[in-house]
Every structure is written in C-alpha cells, then in structure tokens.
Nanobody
Framework: QVQLVESGGGLVQAGGSLRLSCAAS????????MGWFRQAPGKERECVAT????????YYGDSVKGRFTISRDNAKNTVYLQMNSLKPEDTAVYYC??????????????????WGQGTQVTVSS
C-alpha cells in the first residue's frame, strides 16, 4: 500500500510563506517523479509543480513561477513545496502526487499513479 502523507498546510496572510512536505512510503521513491496539484473551490484541479526522479527536470505552473520551489530529499523519501509571496488565489487543497518507473514530467493528471489525501492552504488578504 503506497502512502503519500502531506503536511505543512495552514492559514497564512498574503505575502507570507509556507512549506509543504510529502512523505512517501514507496521503497522506489528515488525512481519516482513527484509533484503537487491543487484544487480551489469551484475550480478545476491544476498542476502546481513537478520534479523528475533525478531532480534534473522541474516544471512550474505559470501562476506560481518565481514564487514556489519544488525539491526532494531521496534519503528521507520526502518532497517539498516552498511557497513564498503567497496570494489569496493560492488558497486551495494541495495534493502530493507520484508516478514510478523513472518518470520525468508528471504535469498531467492522467499520468499520476498515486495521490495524497490533500492539505488545506488558506491565504487571507
């Protein structure tokens, strides 16, 4: 049973920062592409950021470029999302995602193998 457990969400004022963490139970974590999606109320789910299994490729959605940074620590089986300069429109449930098999670009929902349960991020104005 694969588990992706997110943490670090919460309430923050606009302009503030949060760091999300996702701990993965997979023994093959170092060969998994990882990423973060988010879904705001009444909106479609969107890809925020992804990182390839070797950290050589990173993708960021247009709305978060320059503000968010994705990283991973394979020794800890953990992927992070550092979120700076947060805006009210960043308010959403953030989901950690994974795909095995030395995958590189995990920006499409159809290619995700595993989802976390989600963590709420609320940015107040």
């Amino acid at each position: 049973q694969v588990q992706l457990v997110e943490s670090g969400g919460g309430l923050v004022q606009a302009g503030g920062s949060l760091r999300l963490s996702c701990a993965a139970s997979r023994r093959t974590f170092s060969r998994d592409a990882m990423g973060w999606f988010r879904q705001a109320p009444g909106k479609e789910r969107e890809c925020v950021a992804t990182i390839s299994y070797g950290s050589t490729y990173k993708y960021y959605g247009d709305s978060v470029k320059g503000r968010f940074t994705i990283s991973r620590d394979n020794a800890k089986n953990t992927v992070y999302l550092q979120m700076n300069s947060l805006k009210p429109e960043d308010t959403a449930v953030y989901y950690c995602v994974a795909r095995g098999g030395n995958w590189v670009d995990l920006r499409r929902e159809s290619e995700v193998d595993y989802w976390g349960q989600g963590t709420q991020v609320t940015v107040s104005s």
